[in-house]
Structure formats: structure tokens, C-alpha cells
């Protein structure tokens, strides 16, 4: 069985343990889209008193929104074990029996628990993307619409490399440290305006350090075919995305240092 055979039999095995509750897979996918759909609410809130904020009107920010969601919601998925790998692999032994099986270890993390629920954030994601459509009149060429599949992709390699990079501070703390929430979900905040309302330098870590803003920021300028108020080039959106992929490349490097650190926990 090749790796990819085997990282989709355990997704499949995640999802088919999920399906064996299907009240409690349901519940939680709503809970999901409920609790992020009160962040929309906000967004609309503040639009609906001002009107648009520094130029920027509520169909293009909702673009930014449903954009990084998507992304968030489809590494949130993927990454989960990443996430617990402190608590649920290091601590109890059971990452001993990951090392035994002759497969990549980060596939079988990425498919050990693939959470349903994650399909709520994603749904109000696509939702709010057709909101932004409408509002913000997009035409969905074919040029648009593989520039948002690049993004997509290239924010969905971001969000599991600082998932990736969480996991590896495992190796040295134990515990799955909660501080990463503040690139994760924090992210998720800060790439969902655009970046021109921020401060320089807040600007510079969302571009060089955790580039959020190439995954998010520069490829909807693009589908929107608006200029930059920083003066960036119209081509930047075109290929910025493939900073996602850098940023987990650099992950996984430090994952492998990580690894070899790594001394079991003995019997």
C-alpha cells in the first residue's frame, strides 16, 4: 500500500468513526458554522455603521474572508494531529507505534483524526465568497478562478506548517502548546481585513515572517483587479501564493530536526 493509499484509508477510517454518531457529527458541524458565523455578523456590523472602511467596501473584505476560511478550515482538518501531538502521541508512548509503521509520519498524523465538523467553517467560507461575488460584482474568469485554487492551496500548505511547526515545539515541551493559536486563529483574523489598514511593521511580519498577507491579501487584489495602496505590482498576486508552500517546506524542515531529537518514552 502506497503512502497516499494508506493516508486515505485513515481518513476514511477517521470520517467512518465520526458517521457512527451522526447526531454528534452534525451538531458539531453546525456549532462550527454557528460560531464562526457570529464573526460574519461582526463584519457586517461594522460595514452597516460606516459604510466602507479606508476605500475598502464589505464585498471586497468579504472576499479576504471567505478566502482565508476556506483555507484555515481545510488545514484545521488535515492538521489535527499535528495539533495533539504533545497530548495524545508524546505523552501516552502511542507516537512509538507510529515510528514502527514504514510510512511518512506526517501523513499518518494528517490522516489520524480528519474532523467532520470542519466542514461548517468551509461552508460558511464558499457562503460568504458567493455574498462577495454578488457584492462586489467578481467575474469569475478562468484567470480568477485559478488564482483562488493557487491561494487556496498555498494557504492551506501555511496554515499546516504552523501546524506543523506547533507539533515540533512537542518534541521539546511535551505538551501541545496553545500559544500557536495566536498564528492559527489569530491569522485567521488578521488576514481577514485587508493588509493596507495595518501598522508597517504588522505588515512586514504578515508578509516575510508569516506570510499570510501572499496567501490572502495579494491574490484577492488580483480576482478583484484592484490596485494595491501599498504599491505592490498586479503580478505580486499571481505568485505570491507560492509562499505557502516555502513556509511549509521550512516547517517540515524543522519537523525532521525535531524528530531526530526525539528519544522515545521508554517502557
Request: proline share 4%; net charge positive; hydrophobic share 55%.
Amino acid at each position: 500500500m502506497g503512502s497516499l493509499a494508506l493516508f486515505l484509508r485513515l481518513v476514511r477510517a477517521s470520517i467512518g468513526s465520526q458517521a457512527r454518531y451522526p447526531a454528534s457529527a452534525l451538531l458539531l458541524t453546525v456549532g462550527q458554522l454557528l460560531g464562526t458565523g457570529i464573526e460574519v455578523v461582526a463584519v457586517w456590523a461594522l460595514f452597516h455603521r460606516f459604510g466602507e472602511v479606508q476605500g475598502w467596501r464589505i464585498g471586497e473584505v468579504a472576499l479576504f474572508y471567505g478566502l482565508v476560511n476556506c483555507m484555515f478550515a481545510l488545514a484545521d482538518a488535515l492538521g489535527r494531529g499535528f495539533d495533539v501531538l504533545g497530548t495524545e502521541f508524546l505523552r501516552t508512548g502511542a507516537f512509538d507505534r507510529l515510528l514502527l509503521r514504514p510510512r511518512p509520519l506526517a501523513l499518518q498524523l494528517m490522516g489520524h483524526d480528519f474532523r467532520i465538523s470542519r466542514a461548517g467553517r468551509l461552508l460558511q467560507g464558499l457562503g460568504v465568497l458567493i455574498f462577495a461575488t454578488y457584492q462586489a460584482h467578481i467575474a469569475w474568469t478562468p484567470a480568477a478562478v485559478a488564482i483562488a485554487l493557487l491561494a487556496v492551496a498555498g494557504g492551506v500548505a501555511l496554515f499546516l506548517g504552523i501546524l506543523v511547526l506547533q507539533g515540533t515545539l512537542a518534541f521539546w515541551t511535551v505538551e501541545s502548546l496553545e500559544i500557536a493559536n495566536v498564528l492559527t486563529y489569530g491569522g485567521v483574523q488578521a488576514a481577514q481585513y485587508p493588509l493596507a489598514l495595518y501598522a508597517r511593521w504588522f505588515r512586514r511580519v504578515l508578509t516575510f515572517i508569516v506570510p499570510l498577507a501572499c496567501v490572502a491579501y495579494y491574490p484577492a487584489l488580483a480576482i478583484l483587479g484592484k490596485p494595491d495602496p501599498l504599491g505592490a505590482p498586479g503580478w505580486v498576486g499571481l505568485v505570491s501564493p507560492l509562499a505557502g508552500f516555502a513556509f511549509l517546506a521550512v516547517a517540515l524542515r524543522a519537523w525532521g530536526r525535531g524528530l531526530r531529537r526525539y528519544a522515545s518514552t521508554g517502557s
